[in-house]
């Protein structure tokens, strides 16, 4: 019997400011390849700042895709990366090169992982009528209506995404059935074998890491850049920490250092969020980043000594 040797893709991934683009970079470069962006904000070229997009100096040692190449106003979702990263891959795969992955998006990873359900159209007045309701309501507000009307995915939902949970509220209004209906489960299999490595550290190592973030986000222009996108504020990828908290800042209705303090407690409650997603996905290697080089571990990774 003669075996056939797949390509490879390596999807590195864990939660915000861990380190990932580091990781990512360096195997990439170890290997001579190039990388696939998961990141569900990064894509978008008005934003930088807030969603931590990789330094000129990393994006300019490997070639990135899904980084800056496409408009905030656009609405995307996680059937639009699922083959936007597969067509990426396949084109990296036929230069006989592996594929480096890199994000902090569950849902993306898993869509290019294990495929995603087709969903069905969305009246665009239904998701803008869902979106002001709960800028209007808030939080609780929309938890309520998924735990009231839709008690088979609120057992199973990321109670404290709004996104998530604003997504399965469209369905189930402009449907009258549950996201669940269209949920298959089915697996879909790939052409190339998947390493899947989660990057983790210590809560505390992590938010001093998350803290200093953001205060460097402040210092490199957050507002300026949140200013010039206020336009776009009920877009889903606004509707998100650092730039939710920023818009109330231009509002007027919180101070700078409220502001501040807001972005990096609900950015660690995000890190945490993530964090419980990818401790629930099946066949991946955990590597502590503590006392370790990106270069190091970028070796072990390409070498399998994880």
């Not at 190449?69 to 936007?84: K, M, R």
């Not at 390493?195 to 973030?213: F, S, W």
Request: charged fraction near 20%; charge should be neutral; aromatic fraction near 8%.
């Amino acid at each position: 019997m003669i075996l056939t040797i797949k390509p490879t893709v390596y999807i590195i991934a864990g939660p915000t400011a861990v380190g990932k683009t580091a990781v990512a970079v360096a195997l990439a470069e170890q290997l001579q390849t190039e990388i696939i962006s998961a990141d569900s904000r990064q894509c978008f070229s008005e934003l930088a700042i807030g969603v931590a997009r990789p330094s000129r100096e990393e994006l300019a040692a490997v070639k990135h895709h899904f980084i800056a190449d496409h408009s905030v106003a656009e609405d995307l979702n996680a059937g639009y990366f699922e083959q936007y990263a597969l067509n990426q891959t396949t084109k990296i795969l036929a230069q006989n090169k592996p594929v480096v992955m890199v994000g902090g998006t569950g849902l993306y990873i898993r869509a290019f992982r294990e495929g995603i359900d087709p969903m069905p159209q969305i009246d665009p007045q239904v998701r803008q009528d869902i979106i002001d309701a709960y800028q209007k309501k808030g939080l609780v507000w929309l938890q309520a209506e998924l735990k009231h009307k839709d008690p088979a995915f609120w057992a199973v939902a990321e109670q404290a995404n709004p996104q998530r949970l604003m997504r399965a509220l469209e369905v189930l209004l402009a449907t009258g059935q549950s996201i669940m209906h269209f949920r298959t489960a089915q697996k879909k299999a790939r052409d190339f074998d998947m390493v899947y490595i989660g990057l983790d550290m210590p809560m505390e190592q992590l938010t001093t890491r998350i803290n200093a973030r953001v205060d460097q986000m402040f210092a490199d222009g957050l507002m300026q850049e949140a200013a010039a996108v206020i336009q776009y504020r009920h877009k889903p990828a606004l509707q998100t920490v650092g730039y939710k908290e920023a818009f109330q800042l231009l509002d007027g209705s919180i101070t700078e250092a409220e502001a501040m303090r807001l972005i990096k407690v609900h950015t660690r409650q995000y890190a945490k969020r993530q964090m419980t997603w990818f401790k629930k996905e099946a066949g991946i290697h955990w590597i502590n980043m503590v006392d370790s080089s990106a270069a190091t571990i970028a070796k072990a990774i390409q070498l399998n000594k994880y």
